[in-house]
């Protein structure tokens, strides 16, 4: 078993940055895959970003490329990932998965097996 305990998010105006962070605790390993995925009222839950917690992988949605940053890992459980010059359609609900899926299916919602609670995002225009 995985526990995860995302921290941070919060509302900020357009052009502003936040970073989350999330802990990992139980039975974690290097290879292991940290994940952020957002979902906003009404759409499906959409990839982020991703890092192995032994820092070897990262990737990043097309959408956030360039704005966001993940980080962490290594001798760390705690994966954060930083945002920034955050837009209106960035406010979503923020969860942090693990799991381990294979590399081809590390975007997909449904190859985690851990979720944490959720933290919201909320940016005004």
């Known amino acids: 078993q995985v526990q995860l305990v995302e921290s941070g998010g919060g509302l900020v105006q357009a052009g502003g940055s936040l970073s989350l962070s999330c802990a990992a605790s139980g039975r974690t390993f290097g290879y292991m895959y940290m994940t952020w995925f957002r979902q906003a009222p009404g759409k499906e839950r959409e990839f982020i970003a991703t890092r192995t917690l032994s820092g070897s992988t990262t990737d990043y949605a097309d959408s956030v490329k360039g704005r966001f940053r993940i980080s962490g890992g290594n001798a760390k459980n705690t994966v954060d990932l930083q945002m920034n010059n955050l837009q209106p359609e960035d406010t979503a609900v923020y969860y942090c998965?693990?799991?381990?899926?294979?590399?081809?299916?590390?975007?997909?919602?449904?190859?985690?097996?851990?979720w944490g609670q959720g933290t919201q995002v909320t940016v005004s225009s």
């Open positions: 998965a693990a799991g381990r899926p294979i590399y081809s299916a590390r975007a997909q919602s449904s190859a985690y097996a851990y």
